[in-house]
């Protein structure tokens, strides 16, 4: 059999979702049921609409339809994302793309120390505390994890552990997974940030240095796999800075302090964010 007859091209809406209609793209994965979704036109992120957001299964799916997609991602230009239906944002006209060209235009570590500076001005004594060993001065990104696994192999293995709880996939015409927090509208972040490029930017930032992939979203959660997560007490500590600049409510769901959530991170192969 030639490589003619093995190629699938995108089924049904997929091809909508690229601006660049033209390039061969192909899929051989069989999808279930599903539809796109098209962006709200009322929100203050709001773009020309040209094109849907992302498309999303009627249904949930196993996490080996994840996997099975995932590894498809170079020749269909499709990234999967588990989505929690609990509180479906799709549903309730909260789908605000932001251009994924505008990711490149924030640095990750100018991003951290801009949280970092606005919490500083109106911290108090007990707040530095509980970011001690940094307390009020920012200590910027930390340094490349060491790679313990191979990072879509983990991701994989993620994914079928996260699709237990029964939730949908979804579709992203993005080059990386964590362009999909941009490109799919995303808006779980919102009383933190309220746009979605900049965290986008550290993401891809984590992928380059960390082996993260995007694994699910939930209206207001982020699951992310690792597959070169700090091992040491240091190195965890600094990057938990960096997730506390991410997301600060990460303490205030955990430990309290900074140093307790490192020790909760330190060696996990699965970060978890949730914005209040």
Known sequence: MDDLELRHDL???????????????????GL???DVVWPDPGYPQHQAVRRPAFWVS????????????????????????????TDQPWAAGQVAPEPVTDIANYAPGAFMYEV??????????????????????????AAVGTLMHDPGELADRHARVLARREMSLGLAAVDRGADALAAMGWQGALNHNEWAAPLAAVVRSWEDRFGARVIGLGFNTLELSVAAPPVTTRHAVHV????????????FQGPGTLAGYAEEIRGKTWWSFWWD
């Open 11 to 29: 089924p049904g809406h997929l091809p909508r979702l690229f601006a660049d209609g033209s390039v061969e793209r192909t899929l051989s994965v």
């Open 32 to 34: 279930p049921d599903g």
């Open 58 to 85: 009627d249904e949930p799916v196993t996490g080996e339809l994840w996997a099975q997609v995932r590894a498809e991602h170079p020749r269909s230009g499709l990234w999967p994302v588990l989505l929690d239906e």
């Open 116 to 141: 970092w500076a606005d919490w500083s001005e109106q911290a108090t004594e007990d707040d530095a505390d509980d970011l001690a060993p940094f307390g009020l001065h920012c200590p910027g990104p």
């Open 240 to 251: 938990a800075a960096e997730h506390w600049a991410f997301c600060p409510d990460i303490l």
